[in-house]
């Protein structure tokens, strides 16, 4: 059975090292990242079941890490690690989304116990997507590449944060600017939604859409783009 993989994002050194190693020695595997720099790399774009997130760190901060995750994973469980007078920010995490929060110093155990907490609680939410399965193939968005019949192609990075928003909202239009924002992290007064366009007509071709009449990504005219494709793929 495969591991959880949980990203560590911490910039003390020793502290870093004490929660990668207990966390390792409790059977997971571990991603860690020293700066807000890489910790945002990581963050938006590796594959994680949780994140221990510092809030204090070189680069971007926790916070906005965290405000970053939840415009684009929305579903990934989130423990904020704060010192102790950090009460204020403590609760803006909270309110940005984190689920819970553990006060440096703290033990290996309640860190431990707070992980296992959260991750039992993870499987009653909607999960963060990895593979999105439609009919004909599979898009792996971790390895970005597209499985399709006898095929296997690349996804640019551009291309898998897109697939993964729409599936994470499959069922909904969702608005060229939307995606502006959410994917492309851009305001949609400053470019033509036209990228949007170009980038769902190349994302339709490596799923193998018609492109005459897309069944996987459909048109909702005045409205924008919609994954149409149900749970499991069929």
């Known amino acids: ?21 207990a966390l390792r020695v409790s059977g997971y595997t571990v991603v860690a990242a020293s700066n807000g720099h890489e910790g945002m790399h990581h963050a938006l774009h590796g594959g994680y079941a949780l994140m221990l997130l ?44 984190a689920d819970d929060y553990v006060v440096k110093p703290f033990s290996v155990k309640e860190l431990l116990a707070r992980v296992e907490a959260v991750l039992r609680r993870s499987p009653e939410r909607p999960v963060d997507i990895d593979q999105v ?26 291309e898998r944060d897109l697939l993964r928003y729409l599936a994470a909202n499959r069922g909904r239009a969702i608005s060229r600017d939307e995606l502006l924002r959410r994917v492309w992290r851009l305001d949609p007064n400053q470019v033509e939604t036209r990228t949007i366009d170009m980038q769902i007509a190349r994302l339709r071709e490596k799923l193998g859409d018609d492109p005459d009449h897309p069944a996987i990504i459909q048109t909702v005219r005045g409205k924008g783009y919609k994954f149409a494709v149900p749970p499991g793929g069929k």
Do not use: S
Request: proline residues 7%; charged residues 25%; contains cysteine.
């Open 54 to 97: 510092d809030l204090v760190l070189p680069g971007p901060g926790g916070l906005e890490i965290l405000a970053e995750v939840r415009l684009t994973r929305p579903t990934v469980p989130v423990i904020i690690l704060t010192a102790m007078g950090d009460e204020a920010d403590r609760v803006k995490g909270l309110k940005l989304g």
């Open 133 to 158: 399965a439609f009919d004909g193939g599979v898009a792996d968005l971790q390895r970005c590449e597209v499985r399709l019949k006898r095929q296997t192609l690349p996804l640019t990075e551009r």
């Open 1 to 21: 059975m495969t591991q959880p993989v949980i990203l560590v994002i911490e910039d003390d050194a020793a502290i870093r090292t004490g929660i990668v190693d």
